[in-house]
T-cell receptor, first 115, second 115 residues
């Protein structure tokens, strides 16, 4: 099955700096890559996603890039704020022509933004 | 659209007991996945149900089981509870089209404590 690796496991940045989290995947059939943010004690929330026919997607301070050839995708957060502190999970789902919904998750990155 | 709901939100059980958790997906979503989350262990996939059938299963012992009803609501059961089963159990409902459109959202989780 699909294997998603995520790095780094922890990331500390100063408020205002940028943060980058990287993920690699193994299954070339994967075509949908969401990112989830999980604040302490809360559920994972979808913050941005990208599909394989797109190389980059932006939403305000958050952007995701995808390199299908290299099988990696990254989350970029600019102008970080303390409220960005959370665990971030990347995920991938292979397209095998079915309607199955299992996402394959990375192990998560604990982002801490210091004021 | 109502979100994913899970009941109960908190549960305390003793070793050897069994427990049943419930998940109601977003209306129209036919796939339900279950995850176990313990500190530092990320999101461990338990199983996925689609149209009342288990379609994917993670690497958990047979004490963990589940089912899905015709209205897409799902339950998971853990028998002979162990201390290590203490965790946040997350349910996710998803919807996918063969065209590639996909979405998955998490419920608030059930916090299970085994004493």
């Amino acid at each position: 099955g699909e294997n998603v690796e995520q790095h780094p496991s922890t990331l500390s940045v100063q408020e205002g700096d940028s943060a980058v989290i990287k993920c690699t995947y193994s299954d070339s059939a994967s075509n949908y890559f969401p990112w989830y943010k999980q604040e302490l004690g809360k559920r994972p929330q979808l913050i941005i996603d990208i599909r394989s026919n797109v190389g980059e997607k932006k939403d305000q301070r958050i952007a995701v890039t995808l390199n299908k050839t290299a099988k990696h995708f990254s989350l970029h957060i600019t102008e970080t704020q303390p409220e960005d502190s959370a665990v971030y999970f990347c995920a991938a789902i292979p397209d095998r022509g079915s309607t199955l919904g299992r996402l394959y998750f990375g192990r998560g990155t604990q982002l801490t933004v210091w004021p | 659209k109502a979100g994913v709901t899970q009941t109960p939100r908190y549960l305390i059980k003793t070793r050897g007991q069994q427990v049943t958790l419930s998940c109601s997906p977003i209306s129209g979503h036919r796939s339900v996945s279950w995850y176990q989350q313990t500190p530092g262990q990320g999101l461990q996939f338990l199983f996925e149900y689609f149209s009342e059938t288990q379609r994917n299963k993670g690497n958990f012992p047979g004490r963990f089981s589940g089912r899905q009803f015709s209205n897409s609501r799902s339950e998971m059961n853990v028998s002979t509870l162990e201390l290590g089963d203490s965790a946040l159990y997350l349910c996710a409902s998803s919807w996918r089209e063969s065209s590639g459109t996909y979405e998955q959202y998490f419920g608030p989780g059930t916090r299970l404590t085994v004493t």
